[in-house]
Antibody, heavy 113, light 107 residues
Framework: QVQLKESGPGLVQPSQTLSLTCTVS????????VHWVRQPPGKGLEWMGR???????SYNSALKSRLSISRDTSKNQVFLKMNSLQTDDTGTYYC???????WGQGVMVTVSS | DIQMTQSPASLSASLGETVTIECRAS??????LAWFQQKPGNSPQLLIY???GLADGVPSRFSGSGSGTQYSLKINSLQSEDVASYFC?????????FGSGTKLEIK
């Protein structure tokens, strides 16, 4: 059964770094890509980046200078780190499998002092 | 980046009606288009892939069509459980981009 689950802090202070983990089960990270997508409250979806099955990464150019995606295949985990957070980074962060057929439940992140 | 222009932003229709949501890409995306449904408080759910492929478990009243830069999602026989927001997404080029969404309500 394919599952993805995001975890991380619900509150981050402005200018700090966000660290999120996506733990997957039911499929292998070495044969599937995993994407990160975020959604500000009441707004649309923004693709952030992906971890390819072979370990390569791609990033949205709008976020590239602040964003890093990595993984630990032994733990079936994909990590997102984004620095210099601002209030407009507030939103729900999702990880999703390559074809966007399975999504995690999302984790709500609030950037506030 | 490819821009996805989705319309309408909101839509109100009666039960049993047929509704259509449209998405226009800023360049040819060669049918590399998906449609998602998102109910309040939930994650997006894949409805349509490759412009007209029905995702597993999706009712047949949902259908997708289009080519080139113009695509549409049609919902036949609108049901109360179809109340949701709908998003298109192109995956022809990176960065992947989404339409701004259509909020569907029942009259």
């Amino acid at each position: 059964q394919v599952q993805l689950k995001e975890s991380g802090p619900g509150l981050v202070q402005p200018s700090q770094t966000l660290s999120l983990t996506c733990t997957v089960s039911g499929f292998s990270l070495t044969s599937n890509n995993v994407h990160w997508v975020r959604q500000p409250p009441g707004k649309g979806l923004e693709w952030m980046g992906r971890m390819r099955f072979n370990g390569d990464t791609s990033y949205n150019s709008a976020l590239k200078s602040r964003l890093s995606i990595s993984r630990d295949t032994s733990k079936n985990q994909v990590f997102l780190k984004m620095n210099s957070l601002q209030t407009d980074d507030t939103g729900t962060y999702y990880c999703t499998r390559a074809l966007f057929d399975y999504w995690g439940q999302g984790v709500m992140v609030t950037v506030s002092s | 980046d490819i821009q996805m222009t989705q319309s309408p932003a909101s839509l109100s229709a009666s039960l049993g009606e047929t509704v259509t949501i449209e998405c226009r890409a800023s360049e040819d995306i060669y049918s590399n288009l998906a449609w998602f449904q998102q109910k309040p408080g939930n994650s997006p759910q894949l409805l349509i892939y490759d412009a007209n492929g029905l995702a597993d478990g999706v009712p047949s009243r949902f259908s997708g069509s289009g080519s080139g830069t113009q695509y549409s999602l049609k919902i036949n026989s609108l049901q109360s459980e179809d109340v949701a927001s709908y998003f298109c997404q192109q995956y022809n080029n990176y960065p992947l981009t989404f339409g701004s969404g259509t909020k569907l309500e029942i009259k």
